[in-house]
């Protein structure tokens, strides 16, 4: 027996977790929503969705969305979502440790 | 801004959750599985589907079937029913405690 969980951020409906987390990693390292997307196979235009959504949701861009230029445009993450990224994954981790600890608590002896 | 979550058992699957604990609560309560789905809005069909689901993944019986008889049947949770849905009741209760304040140590000041 194990414990199954999801977590998440909720602000006006789901507003951050682990997919968009992931989503906006591979932004940061790709410099590209349609690279990060594609690694995940999500679809840009899925992935563009998304984080249109979550932006509602949050109140604030996640990505600066560049209109093209010499460089064929890329798109940048905010400071204001690497420090939710940042925030999130802190959380989430101890988040994690805490709910198996009160799994092993209360069900440790159970095959 | 606040936490998000699901929270279940996993054994060889999904094997025990909210769901399925307010189910047999209710079965504990009216005595019959039927009455217990239609409380829920589920149909008898699909809790009885559950059930099964449940006790080939946990390996014991969650409700004894009981086949007609004078007072026409009739469904009883099993002792080792009622000690998993205590036990569970209590982790969960002890869960979402600790992913709250977990929460409010990361997440407290954002409005």
């Excluded at 409906?13 to 690279?35: I, M, N, W, Y």
């Excluded at 840009?44 to 932006?55: D, T, V």
């Excluded at 509602?56 to 939710?84: H, N, Q, V, Y």
């Excluded at 802190?90 to 095959?111: I, M, P, S």
């Amino acid at each position: 027996m194990k414990v199954g969980y999801k977590i998440w951020l909720d602000h006006h409906g789901k507003a951050f977790g682990d997919g968009p987390c992931e989503l906006l990693r591979g932004v940061q390292k790709t410099k590209s929503l349609h690279r990060a997307a594609l690694r995940m196979g999500m679809s840009y235009n899925k992935a563009w969705r998304l984080m249109g959504a979550l932006e509602k949701r949050l109140g604030f861009a996640l990505i600066d969305r560049k209109a093209g230029g010499l460089s064929g445009g890329g798109s940048r993450i905010t400071p204001e979502a690497l420090r939710l990224m940042e925030r999130y994954e802190r959380f989430r981790k101890e988040a994690v440790k805490a709910l198996e600890n009160t799994f092993q608590n209360h069900f440790g002896e159970v095959q």
